[in-house]
């Protein structure tokens, strides 16, 4: 569990701390990503679960980036139980990513990743947002 103390703003009456697990600090950084600085909460993020979900952050933006691509030609996502890994693929190129399940569930829910929503239905995968 990571503990982060709240800005001022958002702080309860008698409670200025918060407590996250790795997939609620995941998906409070995808969601509002200036929230907690580095610079303030620099031990908080230097847990395991921290940095693990700020690498799938970053990992989930670079794909956000990649969909821009007009070159991008096709997806395919294969399920497992460790998590999702998805191959992008490009006319000379193709890049496999592996995500956690709950970050690709973010990175599906996002407006700007319509393009590989609809990528994945071409290619027969059922993909489910919300």
């Known amino acids: 569990m990571t503990v982060l103390k709240l800005p001022l703003g958002l702080r309860a009456a008698n409670d200025d701390e918060l407590e996250l697990d790795g997939r609620s600090l995941l998906r409070g950084l995808w969601e509002q990503p200036n929230l907690f600085s580095r610079n303030r909460h620099f031990e908080a993020l230097g847990t395991p679960d921290a940095r693990a ?24 996502l294969e399920r497992g139980a460790q998590g999702v890994k998805l191959v992008m693929q490009w006319l000379r190129a193709s890049r496999e990513v592996r995500l956690s399940t709950e970050a690709f569930e973010l990175l599906l829910a996002h407006p700007s990743a319509a393009r590989l929503r609809e990528l994945l239905a071409a ?8």
Do not use: F
Not at 123 to 130: A, C, I, L, N, R
């Open 53 to 76: 979900a700020r690498r799938e952050l970053k990992l989930c933006r670079s794909v956000l980036a990649d969909l821009r691509s007009p070159a991008l030609t096709g997806a395919r």
């Open 123 to 130: 290619e027969g995968h059922p993909v489910k947002t919300g």
